[in-house]
């Protein structure tokens, strides 16, 4: 599972805002957060804009 909605509320950010910072669609970022997974290269896009490492995004604690 990815920590996605929780890292971008921690950054005080709306759906919106993390969208206009990594060039990501709304629509993919939503997606995102109610599925859990997404392409390595949109992560990587979201983790720059929010300023944390792929290992923060990723909440290994799910998969155990």
Known sequence: ML?????????????RNLSELSG?????????????DCRISTAYLLCKALGCTLNDFYDDEQDQ
């Open 3 to 15: 920590k996605l909605k929780q890292l971008r509320n921690d950054a005080g950010l709306s759906v």
């Open 24 to 36: 990501v669609s709304r629509r993919t970022i939503e997606d995102i957060e109610s599925r859990g």
